[in-house]
């Protein structure tokens, strides 16, 4: 990370600053950061507009480089960052995907009240705990057979399914029914498959959780009844990604890239921007192994997903279904797709990269569930340890702004080396405990590194997104318990 931003930036609206294109020798459009007065300092601090800036001038990027208001420092792209790319002439960078390629969230309700989970929360997330391993290192408690990483790397969630984890009406609730097509195992390197293999299924660590809420307020009757929520009732939240298995494709093509832009001769402010032309064979080997990694972590929620109903039967002695927890959505927050947009009012296929940011589809496209066609694609935004978490959902000005993108999360203001440094464990379980929320957690390390003070205010970030027009608030859920890996 480098010093405070002193750049060149201009307020274009309450919610909307500009990074002209003239601020930086080679940007090719201007930079964008969706925020308000109050948290545009917090983002100066730690210069995360310099990398806004620096994807700016990247090849092919339509538009301008777009950041989220819950943008801080990542590799290369800003985390909170979104791109699209010209299919022709522009190029795909693992930078602008991260290394936990589709890290993700869903959202799985109940018809439990609240009220009645309150006094069983400690046993359900004691039983998640024994249920779902979780933790950095931990092995999963299946074993693959022989290739059969290859058809989850292939085929993801549906995979998942096949094999009697979760029910059939799951796929069509998850972001790309849970598999991208572009995938080829192939194009995944024995270390990553090997990587992957003993986690299948496992939570992992950091900021990665499951969490046992409440629906605490409505903004949106027609929204909320449509996806299912009511005030009152107990929803639960799985956060997690591809694990190793992700985290190696990403360093495999970072390094296959960094020879790309040297082949290609590309001209780039950060060599963590290391990327190559969209229909190049590197940029399209890439592209079918990060879809590999996505539909990795797919499988890996759609299994946990199918513990955690398994741990809520046994503490009810109640089937799933009588429980009513049906999946509500499935999004992911670090990934390329190629998507339909309209650019300079005609329909083009572009390569759109979302590193720390949503996608948030309005009512009408084809990619939304028909359940949820009139009213949108739900938005999942999940709050730091301990605050609220939000339901939104895609609306039409959101595609114009931001190519249908919203922000995932509160966004760090400290490193987890610098949380460490200030929080200590045992006030944060106090301080938990006091709310009337039961933590558990695999290390008193992760509770330090992920306090909320390392976090912004996640109800201000998403009042920026919901006034700035990306997605419009549906709920706001609050935590009853918390499982940490």
């Known amino acids: 990370m ?7 930036l201009e307020k274009k609206g309450n919610y909307v600053y500009e990074i002209p294109r003239e601020y930086k020798k080679g940007m090719r459009v201007n930079g964008r950061i969706f925020t308000d007065e109050e948290m ?30 819950d943008i801080h420092w990542g590799y290369g792209f800003p985390i909170g960052g979104v791109a699209a790319m010209d299919m022709e002439d522009g190029v795909i960078s693992p930078g602008g995907v991260g290394y936990d390629i589709n890290c993700g969230v869903r959202l799985v309700r109940t018809n439990i009240p609240g009220e009645e989970v309150i006094k069983d929360v400690r046993k359900l997330i004691d039983e998640m705990y024994d249920n779902v391993p979780a933790g950095i290192g931990k092995k999963a408690k299946i074993d693959l057979k022989r290739g059969e990483l290859n058809q989850v790397l292939d085929r993801g969630a549906q995979w998942a399914v096949e094999e009697g984890f979760g029910w059939d009406k799951d796929i069509e609730r998850i972001e790309d029914q849970g598999s991208m097509d572009a995938a080829d195992p192939g194009r995944v390197s024995g270390k990553a498959k090997q990587r ?20 605490d307020e409505i903004y949106d009757e027609k929204a909320a009844k449509a996806f299912g929520i009511e005030e009152g009732v107990t929803v639960v939240m799985i956060h997690t990604g591809s694990r190793g298995c992700g985290h190696q494709i990403a360093s495999d093509y970072i390094r296959e890239m960094e020879r790309a832009v040297v082949k290609y001769g590309i001209e780039l402010p950060d060599r963590q921007l290391a990327c190559a032309p969209v229909d190049s064979k590197e940029g399209k080997d890439y592209f079918a192994a990060m879809a590999c990694g996505a539909n990795y972590a797919w499988a890996n929620r759609q299994m946990i997903l199918h513990w955690v109903r398994e741990s809520f039967e046994k503490v009810y002695r109640e089937d799933a279904h009588d429980l009513g927890m049906d999946l509500v959505y499935d999004v992911c927050h670090n990934i390329a797709k190629i998507e339909k947009h309209d650019v300079d009012g005609k329909r083009k296929k572009v390569m759109v990269h979302r590193k720390g940011a949503t996608r948030a589809f309005p009512p009408g496209r084809k990619e939304v569930p028909k359940m949820y066609r009139d009213v949108g694609q739900p938005v999942i935004i999940p709050g730091d340890m301990g605050t609220a978490s939000y339901l939104l959902r895609g609306v039409d000005t959101g595609m114009d702004l931001s190519w249908g993108s919203t922000c995932h999360g509160a966004g760090r203001v400290m490193s987890r080396t610098g949380a460490r440094k200030v929080f200590r464990a045992a006030q944060m379980k106090k301080e938990m405990s006091d709310k009337g929320i039961y933590v558990r957690a695999a290390s008193d390390r992760v509770l330090e590194e992920e306090n909320p003070g390392a976090y912004k205010d996640v109800s201000k970030v998403v009042g920026v997104t919901h006034n700035a027009g990306l997605s419009r608030l549906v709920a706001k859920m609050i935590p009853l318990g918390v499982m940490k890996g």
């Open 2 to 8: 480098s010093k405070r931003w002193n750049g060149a």
């Open 40 to 69: 545009i300092e917090s983002i100066k601090k730690d210069n995360a507009p310099e990398q806004v800036a620096n994807v700016a001038a990247m090849p092919g990027i339509i538009g301008a480089s777009l950041a989220m208001p």
């Open 196 to 215: 992957g293999e003993p986690q299948l299924g496992t939570l992992g660590g950091g900021n990665h959780f499951l969490e046992i809420q409440k629906v």
